[in-house]
């Protein structure tokens, strides 16, 4: 019997550093810093240090920081951002807490993500900044959306939830925009023991407001100068991600070793591979193939014991909480194709090169069927 592959092993990831995360822990729980402390402070100089950015501000949710990220460049009931509609709905959920439009433009059939050729006709007079994501770790194309920016005086905002480390043009993502939103959800290329999430800015009073934001508008206990949110990230979630950061460069390394490796094997079959665009150096988040006969692929690698996942099987576009927006099948073709389309297939930084070859030959297998 061969050995089943999950879509995503995270013990593998844990074991070697079990030691050193359950001193972490420890230490937090001697130290009762549970909300926010000493080693989310260590984190946030790490991690700004790691981006080559001045501030990075640590939350409770990647979803959280971008939520604040749009109440520091003032986006508010009325206004429109352009963004994608082919993403994790968090994306668009920062969008509607600040009682904003999310105005969705198609992706790139080759990226999938924003095409910044189309960002220019959805500019209007309510837009107050462009949203894009680094979908899949791979960096979306800044430099055309940057000078789009520059033209219309709009803030630019990275979704770098997906892509720590990834790099455009040889630098790291998320230092680009005037905010980034990073997650670390545990399944993150770097995971928490839990939630969180962090915003990276080099703008020193976007990220005196953040922490004031994140901490119910206040700097000086029992004093709110505004209204705020319970945004905070545990102690322990620094902690742990303190132990795990040392590690990103190196993880990230092997993720793209994985998947060159895939590229390798698989560039005989009729799949749609992820290409990497000249510009960019992904830092492969996911590993996303595609084929119109995607549900028929998916059904025999999960009964063949590989685990694979969508990502994301309906664009935002055509999801019930989005209905008011009045969207209908056809508005975004390439973003609808991408979601018929795409299949997530095993990747992580421990995947073994006898996995990756048993996951290719079972996707051999379905095509030599047919
Ligand atoms: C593209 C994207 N944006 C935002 C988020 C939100 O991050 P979190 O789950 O930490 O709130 C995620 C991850 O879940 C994501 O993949």
């Known amino acids: 019997m ?19 995360i359950d001193a972490a822990i ?6 009762c810093s549970f909300c926010l402390g000493p080693d989310v402070v260590q984190f946030e100089k790490d ?3 790691f981006c080559g950015a001045q501030h990075c501000v640590a939350f409770n949710s990647g979803t959280s920081a971008l939520h604040i990220a749009l109440m520091l460049l003032g986006v508010g009931a009325g206004d429109e951002v352009i963004t994608t509609p082919f993403t994790f709905v968090a994306t668009s959920w920062a969008i509607s807490y600040v009682g904003a439009k999310p105005v969705y433009v198609d992706v790139d059939d080759a990226t999938m993500n924003l095409d910044p050729k189309l960002i220019e006709r959805a500019i209007t007079p309510k837009t107050k900044a462009i949203m894009p994501v680094h979908l899949y770790g791979h960096p979306f194309d800044l430099d055309p959306i940057l000078a789009i920016c520059k033209k219309h005086n709009l803030p630019l905002v990275e979704d770098t939830a997906q892509a720590h480390a990834a790099k455009y043009k040889g630098k790291i993502v998320g230092t680009f925009g005037a905010v980034s939103g990073f997650s670390f959800y545990p399944g993150k290329n770097l ?3 839990g939630e969180g999430g962090a915003l990276v800015t080099n703008n020193a009073e976007f990220a005196k407001r953040a922490r004031s934001l994140r901490e119910h508008g ?17 102690g322990i979630q620094g902690a742990v991600l303190g132990v795990k950061l040392p590690h990103l460069q190196k993880w990230t390394d092997e993720r793209r070793r994985v998947a060159h490796r895939y590229h390798e094997l698989l560039k005989d079959t009729p799949l749609q ?13 996911l590993y996303v193939v595609r084929h119109p006969q995607r549900d028929k692929l998916k059904e025999h690698l999960e009964a063949n014991g590989v685990g694979c996942a969508l990502h994301y099987p309906l664009p935002l576009h055509l999801q019930k909480c989005y209905a008011s927006l009045g969207h209908k099948p056809g508005d975004f073709p390439l973003a609808e194709k991408a979601a018929r389309e795409c299949l997530s297939l095993p990747i992580y930084p421990e995947l073994t090169d006898a996995q990756i070859q048993r ?12």
């Open 2 to 20: 061969n050995e089943s592959i999950p879509y995503l092993d995270l013990r593998a990831q844990i074991k070697p550093l079990r030691k050193e």
């Open 26 to 31: 420890a230490r937090t729980l001697d130290n």
């Open 47 to 49: 991690f700004a240090k």
């Open 191 to 193: 995971g928490a023991a």
């Open 218 to 234: 206040s700097t000086v206990r029992y004093y709110h100068d505004e209204v705020g949110f319970n945004y905070r990230m545990e």
């Open 273 to 285: 591979l992820p290409r990497e665009a000249a510009y960019a150096e992904s830092a492969y988040h």
């Open 359 to 370: 996951v290719v030959e079972v996707v051999k297998r379905f095509f030599s069927h047919r």
